[in-house]
């Protein structure tokens, strides 16, 4: 009855666990405790005096009470078939057991191997650093005990299961990063939490593994790094020479005048260094920063890094390398993280990732922005949550990317200046450098620093993109728009995004031009508040086979005194030969053109009269009734101006809109607000001699009258619109006059 007793208290322990965090867990411990096989089990006490040499024929199939403490002196013991381990309060010390479908169970957490090692088959599906000495208290130093775990769940092929908060001291440069072989499983419960104090060197190493699994765990951060020190040599030395014994001994890669493949010395500031590893998941799994400052924050979390390859001589640096590949996040948090996750990757899949704090290197002040001394260096690249890229790699390329349903709350911790020079900004994702089939869906981003900087994509899709920033705090001049392009696109569809920057006024637009063929935007619409800029424009592919529709920018305030700008923008080799681009865009708040339209209104760079191609471009200015149009053999401005009169006293009145020189009007109206006099005849006319050619009569009473003219000569003149009347207008009456007006002119 002890027994079961002892046996029911840990199945009720694994019961509650598997409720709060995995069903399947549930499943899992009670068919590993065989509860009903136990119960029909004879069980034996194991003496003090036992002889583990001689194990009685009849000891298999039963439970084994241990309640004493063994010494093994070095022997590896057998153990019989079906044999459940039940611990006591007893210890086995300095040996090796060799299952056959055994069991370990505990009555209580505690130490029960020293200095053992498992083999052969259990039935365990978890192990626990507690079992191999491990104080799970959060403060004593318990590296050593859960790489011994991590070696024994890979000998017996079991999970490793963190209930309470385990502290490891991996800070020691070079020496003390914990190198995850394959199929390794670490799962947590009752939000435990791994704390790590990494600072030059990885935390874990995934150096040419497979098949790794973390789930359910914090990554709890607790170190403070100096912003003024990025590396040396001794410590770049130290990390490559870790990296190099691990290499060679367990994946028989020789070096001949060569060391491991090599990407920057900050780069081993990762938590995760996965050097060529393969189908690794993260499962709701939280990389944290303890501290509250950005000097308290995690550096780098994960490092996706090419490396050579197993079974191999590398002379000079020559050798067959490999990436990463199958990398899976689900439920990932970042929490006062600097660099998310950067590098090279055929494979990356992310659903559900949350960032809450980030920030930029620096000290406790908000001195030494990016690591900068003082002498304009930065030893920190500029951190993004996502940087995909193809890393210096000869070989390999970025691949078969996938961000979905990812919040950045962009939560900014730390001084309120940037770095002060071209150095680099802190947005959201970067991808760039060939990168090839890319989805982004559902992606919102609040970062200060903009959405993202995209460039060098072949076939990619970013869809239900919206993005809140505030780029004005950066120099205008480096051109940090909230989404930047960095290179060629092919084949890339931008769909249903909204950029919004909250900056009080900007001076460059938050959306960037591009150069590249076969992409479209499709409902990506622009938000700013005062703009003042001397930018070109902000919609434009360079390049061919383009698409700009039901996209639009929108300004609550544009106060540029910059005469000819726009937001269409080709560079001259597109405007030259580009064929097949068709843009529509909608511009709301443009500046008022009325006292000049040549110099004040929207300007499109989009084609030379001299291309011989298709293509065609409109922009509709809301504000002010314009609607220009680009095709390759004629620009044609459609612009319909109302004026609202309020009749005086005489017989004519000038109307303060004119008929521009080289416009013609197609169509004319005149709408009565407030009755005229009953007895005059009003009409509208380009002089007081020519009282009919526009529109006549006006109606008296309330109503419309319009005619459609289609003039077909324009005059290189102003004109100007009078109302006129056949006798005084007596202060009576109201009209509203609108001209439809077309110019047709050249791309110039």
Request: charge should be negative; proline fraction near 3%; charged fraction near 20%.
């Amino acid at each position: 009855m002890d027994i079961l007793i002892s046996l029911l208290i840990t199945i009720s322990t694994a019961f509650s666990l598997s409720c709060e965090k995995d069903s399947d867990l549930l499943g899992q411990v009670l068919i590993n405790d065989q509860l009903v096989d136990i119960e029909n089990r004879d069980s034996r006490r194991i003496p003090s005096d036992f002889d583990w040499s001689k194990i009685p024929s009849d000891f298999s199939n039963t439970i084994w009470e241990i309640e004493d403490e063994f010494d093994l002196r070095g022997q590896t013991i057998t153990l019989p078939p079906n044999v459940t381990l039940l611990f006591k309060g007893g210890v086995l010390r300095n040996g090796s057991i060799i299952g056959d479908e055994a069991d370990i169970v505990l009555n209580k957490p505690y130490q029960v191997f020293d200095a053992m090692d498992l083999a052969g088959t259990f039935k365990n599906k978890y192990i626990k650093p507690s079992w191999f000495g491990a104080a799970m208290d959060g403060i004593t130093d318990d590296r050593a005990a859960f790489v011994e775990t991590l070696t024994e769940s890979n000998n017996i092929n079991a999970k490793i299961l963190i209930e309470k908060d385990i502290f490891l001291d991996v800070e020691e440069t070079g020496t003390k990063s914990i190198f995850l072989e394959d199929n390794i499983w670490i799962e947590g419960a009752y939000d435990a939490s791994i704390i790590i104090n990494n600072l030059l060197s990885p935390a874990f190493f995934m150096a040419l593994t497979k098949d790794i699994t973390i789930k359910n765990l914090i990554f709890l951060y607790d170190q403070t790094y100096d912003a003024t020190f990025g590396w040396s040599v001794k410590s770049n030395s130290l990390n490559t020479n870790q990296l190099r014994n691990y290499l060679s001994s367990t994946k028989k890669i020789v070096f001949n005048s060569a060391n491991p493949a090599w990407k920057g010395p900050i780069a081993f500031r990762a938590i995760f260094s996965l050097e060529a590893a393969e189908n690794i998941s993260f499962d709701n799994v939280m990389f944290k920063a303890k501290g509250e400052t950005a000097d308290t924050f995690i550096q780098w979390a994960i490092k996706l890094k090419e490396q050579y390859t197993a079974n191999q001589t590398v002379t000079n640096s020559t050798g067959t390398k490999d990436i990463p590949r199958g990398v899976n996040f689900n439920n990932v948090t970042m929490d006062g993280v600097l660099m998310g996750v950067q590098g090279i990757v055929d494979g990356f899949r992310s659903n559900g990732l949350r960032s809450y704090r980030y920030s930029d290197v620096q000290d406790i002040n908000g001195n030494y922005i990016g690591g900068n001394p003082g002498d304009d260096t930065y030893w920190m690249p500029p951190p993004h949550l996502i940087y995909l890229n193809d890393d210096n790699s000869n070989d390999y390329n970025s691949q078969n990317i996938e961000l979905l349903n990812t919040i950045d709350y962009g939560i900014y911790v730390g001084g309120k200046n940037v770095r002060p020079s071209i150095s680099g900004y802190c947005n959201s994702v970067k991808l760039v450098e060939n990168v090839e089939n890319v989805v982004v869906d559902n992606y919102k981003s609040y970062r200060r620093d903009g959405f993202g900087d995209i460039g060098k994509i072949v076939n990619g899709t970013f869809k239900n993109i919206y993005v809140e920033s505030k780029i004005g705090i950066f120099d205008p001049s480096f051109n940090y728009q909230s989404l930047r392009f960095l290179g060629n696109l092919n084949n890339v569809v931008f769909d249903s995004i909204i950029l919004k920057d909250n900056s009080g006024k900007l001076e460059i637009h938050p959306l960037d031009v591009t150069d590249g063929d076969y992409v479209t935007m499709n409902g990506v619409h622009v938000f700013v508040n005062e703009l003042s800029t001397s930018s070109n424009g902000l919609f434009g592919i360079s390049g061919s086979n383009n698409r700009i529709i039901n996209s639009s920018l929108t300004i609550k305030k544009h106060t540029s005194i910059q005469e000819y700008k726009g937001v269409i923008f080709h560079r001259p080799s597109a405007r030259v030969a580009g064929s097949d681009n068709h843009y529509e865009i909608t511009v709301n708040g443009w500046r008022d053109v009325d006292s000049n339209l040549e110099s004040k209104s929207i300007r499109m760079l989009f084609l030379e009269s001299s291309n011989p191609n298709t293509n065609y471009a409109k922009v509709t200015d809301v504000s002010n009734n314009l609607i220009r149009e680009q095709t390759n053999e004629m620009n044609r401005d459609t612009w319909t101006r109302s004026e609202e009169i309020t009749l005086g006293q005489g017989s004519n009145h000038k109307l303060d809109i004119t008929i521009p020189k080289g416009f013609t009007v197609q169509k004319i109206s005149a709408v009565t607000i407030e009755e005229l006099v009953k007895s005059i005849n009003v009409s509208i006319g380009t002089s007081t001699s020519g009282a009919e050619n526009l529109l006549s009569p006006v109606s008296n009473t309330k109503g419309i009258v319009s005619k459609t003219i289609h003039e077909e000569n324009a005059i290189e003149s102003d004109r100007s619109v009078y109302l006129l009347a056949n006798s005084d207008f007596q202060n009576k009456g109201k009209i509203e006059v609108t001209l439809e007006l077309v110019r047709l002119t050249e791309p110039n």
